[in-house]
């Protein structure tokens, strides 16, 4: 929140009816005063989240999803929170500041992001001179138009050695930043641009900054690599982004699925063909960051990689992850040609789109790659092809899944039902050992009387001033860090905005890792509760005693373990004054 007003954020807030921007995403049902919906955070089936329409904050009962606003539409759209913001105001009609749209992260790497936007309108201009004629009617045979050129950024980095950086020089920026960023390289002690005499595509982070660049060669150039990528640098991490994932994420909430391909050509040739629900890997192998954007956006995913071996195993790699993390998971495998941009430049868009319309399910897939190169004629081929089937059965829990199988190979194969449906459990049972021995449950710590009220005081102090005052005069103190720094939290928020909420306060601590999630944790726990004075000095009296005690407990070890006969005295004094506390 450093680069936007508490006044201003608290302001958009307060306009901002929580029953309206969540019921303009999901529907909701009113029962009483509150409103159910069906939780988008997790697989839910039935309503299981409420929305206080007195707190203005939500919660799951399911998944223990909890939040304002802000945190609802940041979690949702899967943007920033200063984003979330921008969202919820222009909902509520509201005008903002400038500083508003500007996100920590472009506020840290600001230079580098500007260095980034020059070089790409740099690199565009060049393709529209006399010099960038040949890699136009490159662009052009391969069927990329006008239109794809600027919708993704496309440039040419010129023949001579140093145009950008003597460009970006002029603008001074420092050569070591440039080569640190990866837009020139040193060699031998001489400074070159990293990507001269080749097309530049654009590379970008989830939240469309310009990060870095891929580019390709064009003339037909010998012993020298067809692709140039950015290595990374501390605004570019590879694995940690998708290509086009920020403008294919609206278009694939909206389709309710999103396609990934290998190569960022694939997603280019998809998008030139009117699919733009696509993203790029740019590589093989997936990784949890990625596997992270796609969970957030609550699609389904389309797998599709190359038509070869390379691709091949790496559909089966990422589809398992994908599993393993709650997506629904569904392939494609084109015939013919190597990879999507192949295959529609020589079968058409319309043939592509029919496989897209008709993908097979995940599971599906992996039927059919274990029949690969066995004969269910063969008895010893025929049992391996039922184990590999009834182990990946059993970390689907799907029953309806398990059944339709079970069924199928019973029949097809002229099986005992009974006889796969124990093999199954059997597998089951391992598989269940197998997770439980690598991710260890953690057991929740259960919590005693003294923590139980500790966290009632603090979430009735973020109801109200009055609250505020009762802890102060009464208590005034927490024997725990993480309760004292909460509450002097709590104390501080009220004396700034003279007044407070729990919405507010939970805007507040977004961005103060060291307490939001214990705050969050005892929103949770408590947002039902009545508010009432009389339980909160029944809270004060129970922490009060509690504490009494333990200092009690500490004096008289004290005592016991001090010499000196004064001291002593002072401390058996002292033992006697709690100890009238504690009747």
């Given at each position: 929140m450093a680069f936007v007003s508490n006044d201003e954020i608290n302001a958009i807030r307060a306009k901002a009816d929580i029953i309206s921007i969540v019921g303009s995403y999901i529907p909701l049902t009113q029962r009483g005063k509150n409103y159910f919906c069906v939780c988008p955070f997790h697989d839910d089936h039935s309503p299981s989240m409420s929305l206080s329409t007195d707190k203005q904050i939500y919660k799951c009962f399911s998944c223990g999803a909890t939040g304002n606003v802000f945190s609802f539409v940041a979690e949702y759209e899967n943007v920033s929170f200063i984003e979330a913001v921008a969202i919820v105001a222009n909902k509520c009609g509201m005008e903002l500041s400038q500083a508003t749209y500007s996100s920590n992260v472009q506020q840290i790497y600001k230079e580098e992001h500007e260095i980034m936007e020059l070089s790409q309108k740099f690199f565009l201009n060049n393709l529209r001179t006399d010099i960038g004629k040949e890699a136009i009617k490159y662009l052009s045979d391969r069927g990329i138009n006008d239109d794809t050129i600027k919708e993704f950024g496309i440039g040419l980095s010129l023949d001579s050695n140093d145009s950008l950086l003597t460009l970006l020089n002029k603008k001074n920026y420092e050569t070591d930043k440039l080569i640190e960023i990866g837009l020139v390289n040193n060699v031998n002690g001489k400074n070159y641009d990293m990507f001269n005499r080749r097309i530049t595509f654009p590379l970008w982070d989830k939240d469309g900054n310009i990060v870095g660049f891929s580019a390709r060669i064009y003339r037909g150039e010998k012993d020298v690599s067809k692709y140039m990528n950015s290595r990374e640098s501390k605004i570019f991490?590879?694995?940690?982004?998708?290509?086009?994932?920020?403008?294919?994420?609206?278009?694939?909430?909206?389709?309710?699925?999103?396609?990934?391909?290998?190569?960022?050509?694939?997603?280019?040739?998809?998008?030139?063909?009117?699919?733009?629900?696509?993203?790029?890997?740019?590589?093989?192998?997936?990784?949890?960051?990625?596997?992270?954007?796609?969970?957030?956006?609550?699609?389904?995913?389309?797998?599709?990689?190359?038509?070869?071996?390379?691709?091949?195993?790496?559909?089966?790699?990422?589809?398992?992850?994908?599993?393993?993390?709650?997506?629904?998971?569904y392939v494609i495998r084109l015939s013919g040609q190597k990879d999507p941009d192949e295959y529609i430049i020589a079968n058409g868009s319309e043939a592509f789109l029919e496989n897209v319309n008709n993908p097979l399910t995940f599971f599906e897939f992996k039927m059919n790659y274990f029949k690969q190169n066995k004969n269910l004629d063969n008895v010893e081929d025929l049992t391996e092809y039922i184990n590999d089937v009834l182990k990946s059965l059993a970390s689907n829990d799907d029953p309806i899944l398990r059944e339709v199988t079970l069924n199928k190979l019973a029949k097809e194969y002229d099986l005992s039902f009974d006889v796969l449906k124990k093999k199954l459990e059997a597998n089951t049972t391992l598989e269940v050992k197998k997770?439980?021995?690598?991710?260890?449950?953690?057991?929740?710590?259960?919590?005693?009387?003294?923590?139980?009220?500790?966290?009632?005081?603090?979430?009735?102090?973020?109801?109200?001033?009055?609250?505020?005052?009762?802890?102060?005069?009464?208590?005034?103190?927490?024997?725990?860090?993480?309760?004292?720094?909460?509450?002097?939290?709590?104390?501080?928020?009220?004396?700034?905005?003279?007044?407070?909420?729990?919405?507010?306060?939970?805007?507040?601590?977004?961005?103060?890792?060291?307490?939001?999630?214990?705050?969050?944790?005892?929103?949770?726990d408590s947002i039902n509760d009545e508010i009432t004075m009389k339980d909160m000095d029944d809270y004060i009296l129970a922490v009060s005693k509690v504490m009494t005690q333990n200092e009690i407990k500490r004096l008289k070890l004290l005592l016991k373990n001090e010499l000196d006969v004064d001291k002593k005295m002072k401390i058996a004094l002292q033992l006697v004054e709690l100890k009238k506390e504690d009747v």
């Open positions: 991490k590879k694995g940690e982004t998708l290509y086009n994932y920020h403008n294919a994420k609206d278009v694939a909430k909206r389709e309710k699925k999103i396609i990934v391909v290998e190569g960022f050509m694939d997603a280019i040739r998809i998008s030139l063909s009117g699919i733009k629900n696509v993203v790029a890997l740019q590589g093989t192998a997936m990784t949890i960051d990625q596997i992270n954007l796609l969970k957030k956006l609550r699609v389904k995913v389309i797998l599709c990689l190359d038509n070869d071996n390379a691709g091949l195993m790496a559909t089966v790699a990422n589809g398992d992850e994908l599993v393993k993390n709650g997506i629904e998971t997770v439980d021995k690598e991710e260890p449950k953690k057991e929740k710590k259960l919590k005693d009387k003294y923590m139980k009220a500790a966290e009632k005081i603090l979430y009735f102090m973020m109801n109200g001033e009055e609250y505020i005052n009762e802890y102060k005069t009464k208590l005034g103190y927490f024997s725990e860090q993480v309760y004292r720094e909460i509450a002097n939290e709590i104390i501080y928020f009220c004396e700034a905005n003279e007044t407070i909420t729990v919405a507010d306060f939970i805007t507040y601590i977004t961005d103060k890792s060291e307490i939001k999630d214990k705050v969050m944790e005892i929103v949770n």
